[in-house]
Structures are given as C-alpha cells and as structure tokens.
C-alpha cells in the first residue's frame, strides 16, 4: 500500500505580503485533481502570521523552514518551536543542506532541532544529502545514514513515526540537474531499508519525499517510484501553476 503522498513547497528567502497573497489564493482556489495529496508551504518566519490566517481551515498546510533547538530564552534571532506552534505550523523542516552548509548546522544540532519540533507537536521534516564531491566519490549513503543516524541514535527509531524524510542532493538544488527518478528510487529504497532493519511497519510507513530541481515536467516520472512519497518543492514552488502541476503529479 502506497503512503499518503506530500508535496512541500519550500519557498526559501522569498516573498512579500503582496506576492504571498497572490500565490496562496491561486493554490487555494485549485483542489481539484489533487484530493490525494497532503500539501504545505513552508514560509519565511515574518509572514507566518499572514499564511496561516490565509490557510486557516483550509486543506492547504503551513511549514517553516528552521527552528532553534531551545525552547525559550537569551537566543537573539532565533524561533522556537513553541512559536511555530502558536501559528499552527504543522510541517518544519530542519537539517536543509543551506543551513547545514551556510550556517554550520551539525548532524547533532539538527537532531536537537528534530526533537525541539516533536516535542511542540509539529512533524520535522528532516532533510538528507550528499554534495556533489561526496557523491562522485561514491559516499552517498554513508552520508546519508551518517545524518540519519544523528537521530536516530539520539531519538530512536519511534521518532520516524511522525517525520518526514527528504532526500535532497546538493548538487540537484537550483541547479535544474535533478536526481533521475532511478536514482532518487535507490537512494530512498536504501534509506528506508535502513530504517526497516530496526523496524520494519515504522518504515513501511515513513514518507520519503525528494527534493531538488523538482519541476512540472519531471514530477510524475519521480512521484511514481515506488519509495519516494512527495516532493519537498524550491524555485517551483513560487509560482501557482508550476506547484499545482507537481502537486497534480503526485495524485497517484
Ligand atoms: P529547488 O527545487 O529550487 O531545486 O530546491 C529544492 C530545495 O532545496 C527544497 O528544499
């Protein structure tokens, strides 16, 4: 039995009170032919006010994009968890490779981050991937489960039961060179075994979604592997039509 499908859309460092405005009515308008598919947008912190009043009651979820790992106190800049909560984010993704690259964020920092979002209720989504160097060099999986099993060895393997993973090469994000869907297949099929050795039904029902260079055009083909759940969706994910035609693909 096929998992619920996810598409995420991640919308980075963009937007503005106008553009969201426009972008969350046109998705809100368009349900049909995607009934199957959970879908979230995950914005930038100052405008989760704004989305969550547009999404309120609405099929459509909220996400943000990072979280702190503390629960309140002497943290300038940072959010906590508690306070994605009282926008009623449901998704937040942790362990991006943007911050995992630009900001230094560590295996173990993103495991703290992991388990400050369950903690509040919400359901991580904890990005995976390899660079371009680690995978000509064939060490794909051996990063992968490295970051995988930060968490896994800190939160056990019951803490699969309400994440999401995301499998995102860097080299595929932004770049328009996406994962071809036999690949990103291998590499969820992998993951997901690797969790099946510690438990087999926690991993049956694990959603792994891809993420990088997802376009209209390329979806279906990746959607319709057999282990891969979704999409976590990034330059696409800014314009309606091309979101609503990824999220159409994942309608299986
Ligand atoms: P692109 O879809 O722009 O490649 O970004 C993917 C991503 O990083 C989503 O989190």
């Keep these: 039995m096929r998992r619920q499908p996810l598409v995420a859309g991640n919308w980075k460092m963009n937007g503005s009170l106008s553009a969201n ?5 046109a998705l809100l308008a368009s349900r049909q032919g995607m009934e199957q598919v959970e879908i979230a947008v995950c914005v930038p912190y100052p405008y989760l006010d704004q989305v969550s009043r547009l999404v309120q009651g609405s099929w459509l979820a909220l996400g943000a ?3 702190s790992a503390h629960a309140a106190g002497a943290y300038t800049g940072e959010v906590a968890a508690g306070m994605l909560q009282d926008f009623a984010c449901r998704y937040v993704i942790v362990g991006h490779s943007e911050r995992r690259t630009l900001h230094a964020e560590t295996d173990v920092l993103v495991s703290a981050k992991f388990a400050a979002v369950q903690g509040a209720g919400m359901v991580p989504v904890l990005c995976l991937g390899e660079t371009l160097a680690e ?7 051996a990063v992968l489960f490295r970051q995988l099993d930060a968490v ?3 939160h056990g393997v019951g803490a699969m039961t309400s994440c999401v993973l995301a499998y995102e090469p860097v080299w595929a994000i932004g770049t328009g060179l996406s994962a071809s869907p036999g690949q990103a297949q291998e590499v969820h099929q992998a993951l997901r075994r690797h969790v099946a050795a510690l438990d087999e039904q926690v991993a049956a029902g694990l959603q792994i979604v891809y993420g990088g260079s997802v376009k209209a055009d390329n979806a279906a083909q990746l959607f ?11 330059g696409a994910s800014l314009n309606a039509k091309d979101f609503l035609a990824i999220c159409q693909a994942a309608n299986y």
Excluded: K, M, N, Y
């Design 224 to 234: 319709a592997q057999p282990d891969i759940d979704g999409g976590l969706i990034g």
């Design 135 to 141: 995978h000509q060099a064939g060490a794909t999986l």
């Design 152 to 154: 896994l060895a800190e």
């Design 65 to 67: 994009q990072d979280v």
């Design 21 to 25: 405005q426009a972008l969350v009515a």
